[in-house]
């Protein structure tokens, strides 16, 4: 069974620079921002927020997401939590491997490169 200790040193054999928040919790930086990542047994869970629910123009930013979440993930969905727009993913962490978990944040640093520019357009702050 994998343990708190190997999702650490999965992230420094990735180079990935992150900072423990608090006991299983990572904060790990990427190319869009940084993603929680949380070692809660039986699952590794990340959350990135990416920005509050506009009150106007919903229809078109779900939409969006939705497409997002059929087309261009594979381990992670955008969901809607607390009127903010997050993505998140889990994995189970008995038999995770370094593989799995660097696929997930490679994943999360490109979806949040290349989509964040269109969903922060579909939904600008304060609107």
């Known amino acids: 069974m994998r343990t708190q200790k190997d999702v650490e040193a999965y992230l420094l054999r990735m180079g ?32 990135v927020e990416v920005g509050p629910v506009p009150r106007a123009g919903r229809e078109a ?8 979440n059929a087309t261009a993930l594979v381990h992670a969905a955008y969901a809607i939590e607390d009127g903010k727009i997050v993505l998140a993913a889990a994995l189970e962490l008995e038999n995770l491997d370094y593989n799995e978990l660097d696929a997930l944040i490679a994943e999360l640093d490109l979806a949040l490169a290349q989509q964040l520019p269109k969903i922060r357009e579909l939904a600008p702050e304060g609107k």
């Open 61 to 68: 930013l779900f939409e969006h997401l939705l497409g997002l």
């Open 16 to 47: 990935r620079p992150h900072t423990e928040a608090s006991d299983g919790t990572f904060v790990v930086r990427v190319e869009g921002g940084s993603v929680a990542l949380k070692v809660e047994p039986p699952l590794v869970l990340t959350r």
